[in-house]
């Protein structure tokens, strides 16, 4: 019996490292369900959407998953995504990237995991200050953009005379708003510049402020400015079809439309609890825009704008995750 006790011992190690390795041992994993594979989060270009890609990152990683960021085109992520190559895509903005979401939807591969609280609206708009300083009475009715009066305070070097308009990069929407101007009778007063990025539109709001004059410019909600005052031109309204693009005129402005979020198909089997939290996920229009104004006013980088946002709403986004 004696020479018997080191055998039993080291097959009791044995078995109870067996035992370990098959995942009794591993309570963590036990307990999270999830992939040791990281979720894959998609970056583009604009302030809310990175600040809330790590703020969802951050959310995950609370959760004892791992995740991994990746900068990619937003209109092609929804295809990304349906291949397996990103995870999900948690700003889905009805107007820019619909037709591309419901393509990749329509293939398969790709699930529609549900929308914010948050409404959306992209379209040509000016800081409040504009109508308070008069130059262009009659805003934000577009008509008010047909009188020569309006149009000469929006002058800059670079338009040849006319009024003009700062849309954000062509990437975004191609040729819409140019040809929504010309098919508005515009084209005579008004010309369509493209921004390099949206930072550069934000740079084009404090220019105009220091030096007095108005401003039309591209821009969306939910964002920063929704607390500093900016009005959206009430174009002709959207209907369905009224686009170019879909055989329309052009005349139209953009529709009010959904904040979706989306997911390739396998990520409720491979990160069940992830998943979980993320069909949960609905932020308000006012905390999208607190997101982006972190890193657009206050100048703070989007991971620490994140990390901020996390520790001073710890109520809305652990809901999340039970």
């Given amino acids: ?88 895509s948690h700003e889905v903005w009805e107007s820019a990237f619909g037709k591309s979401f419901t393509t990749a939807l329509d293939k398969g591969g ?89 930072d550069a539109l934000w740079a084009e709001l404090a220019a105009a402020e220091k030096e007095g004059r108005g401003t039309i410019i591209f821009n969306w909600t939910p964002n920063f400015t929704d607390g500093a005052g900016f009005t959206f031109i009430d174009f002709p309204p959207y209907t369905a079809g009224c686009r170019p693009e879909d055989g329309g005129d052009g005349k139209c402005g953009s529709p009010d439309g959904y904040l979706k979020k989306a997911v390739h198909e396998d990520f409720p089997n491979t990160h069940p609890n992830a998943a979980a939290a993320f069909k949960k996920m609905s932020f308000s229009t006012s905390q999208i825009g607190a997101m982006a104004a972190l890193v657009d006013i206050d100048k703070m980088t989007h991971e620490d704008a994140a990390k901020k946002w996390l520790a001073d709403n710890e109520s809305v986004w652990k809901a999340f995750t039970k």
């Fill in 1 to 88: 019996m004696k020479n018997k006790l080191p055998l039993l011992i080291g097959a009791i190690v044995v078995i109870a490292g067996l035992v370990f390795f098959m995942g009794g041992g591993d309570k963590t994993a036990k307990k999270s369900g999830d992939s040791s594979a990281p979720i894959v989060i998609p970056t583009h270009n604009w302030s809310s959407q990175i600040v809330m890609a790590y703020v969802i990152g951050g959310i995950f990683e609370s959760m004892g998953n791992n995740v991994s960021y990746v900068n990619a085109d937003s209109q092609a992520v929804y295809e990304s995504i349906r291949i397996g190559d990103v995870t999900i």
């Fill in 110 to 198: 790709l699930l529609d995991w549900g929308d914010h609280e948050a409404r959306t609206l992209e379209d040509m708009g000016y800081p409040n200050w504009v109508v308070d300083k008069g130059l262009c009475p009659g805003l934000p009715d577009w008509t008010a953009l047909k009188n020569p009066d309006c149009a000469k305070n929006f002058v800059t070097p670079d338009s040849g005379g006319k009024g003009r308009m700062l849309e954000g990069p062509q990437t975004w929407h191609g040729d819409l708003i140019p040809q929504r101007v010309d098919a508005l009778g515009l084209g005579d007063l008004w010309m369509v510049k493209f921004a390099g990025s949206a």
